[in-house]
């Protein structure tokens, strides 16, 4: 399981660098109006990303900031959103790298924010939610961006695995920075 992890790990930075790459060239009242995603706009979504990965960075951990508020908008910003998001996710490559084999057995014990429940769970499956949380919003900012331009860069982790030759027996390589452009 421990290399799949670090291969999620790794891929959660290169998309989020894609992400953001896509988002700044994007005029200001593009980047912020509300589009119909589940946080608006993709200022909010990119921030909700980031809100998730600190509250279960902090509930893996026991450090770093834990929003209280799943829309909360931590830097309104965006070069400071995305000095945070590149310091996220290098916490987050640097934590899973860290594992060992006995980590990955351990359990996990938090509150949610809409229920203050006590709820325990083991750990991997908690990462595995962890890395699809990011995916599905990533979907939702892929939409956003696809209707504002038109196109939008690929996010898929197929693409990640050919571009850096990870999981693959042969084959790496190949041009992937065509950008995946809504049918006419």
Known sequence: ????????????????????????????????????????????????????????MHRFTGTGDAPQRLDAILHDDFRELRVARRAEDARIVAYIAGLGEADLDGLVRYRTLRDPTQIEQPLVPLLLHFFNHQTHHRGQAHAILTRIKGDAPSFDLLIYQRETGISLRRGQGGDFSARETRPA
């Open 1 to 56: 399981m421990k290399p799949h992890l670090d291969m999620l790990a790794a891929y959660n930075e290169w998309a989020n660098q894609r992400l953001y790459d896509a988002a700044a060239v994007l005029p200001d009242e593009d980047y912020r109006a509300d589009r119909g995603a589940f946080f608006g706009s993709l200022h909010g979504t990119l921030n909700h990303i980031l809100v998730g990965d600190r509250i279960w």
